[in-house]
Nanobody, 115 residues
Framework: QVQLVESGGGLVQPGGSLRLSCAAS????????MGWYRQAPGKQRELVAN???????NYADSVKGRFTISRDNAKNTVYLQMNSLTPEDTAVYYC?????????WGQGTQVTVSS
């Protein structure tokens, strides 16, 4: 069984920064994809960024140049550094882990960008 625990969400002013963390526990394969999705009120869940264990990371166009995903494989942890935040980034952010043909989800962490 895999568990994902997110942290780091909160309220931030426009132009500010936040760093999300997600720690995975359980049986973690060396070959996997860790990433972040988000869902804003009234909108579909969308991919923000992902970081495959052996290839380059991918970003949604809306966050390129502002967000950076990174991972610490020794800790089975993925991070999302979010800079230059705008109100449009307000959403619940979900951590994901894809391995062995299965997708695991975290419980979600709220990010609110407001003055």
């Amino acid at each position: 069984q895999v568990q994902l625990v997110e942290s780091g969400g909160g309220l931030v002013q426009p132009g500010g920064s936040l760093r999300l963390s997600c720690a995975a526990s359980g049986t973690i394969f060396s070959l996997n994809i860790m990433g972040w999705y988000r869902q804003a009120p009234g909108k579909q869940r969308e991919l923000v960024a992902n970081a495959p264990s052996r290839t380059r990371s991918n970003y949604a166009d809306s966050v390129k140049g502002r967000f950076t995903i990174s991972r610490d494989n020794a800790k089975n942890t993925v991070y999302l550094q979010m800079n230059s935040l705008t109100p449009e980034d307000t959403a619940v952010y979900y951590c994901t882990l894809v391995q062995g043909g299965r997708t695991y989800w975290g419980q979600g962490t709220q990010v609110t960008v407001s003055s």
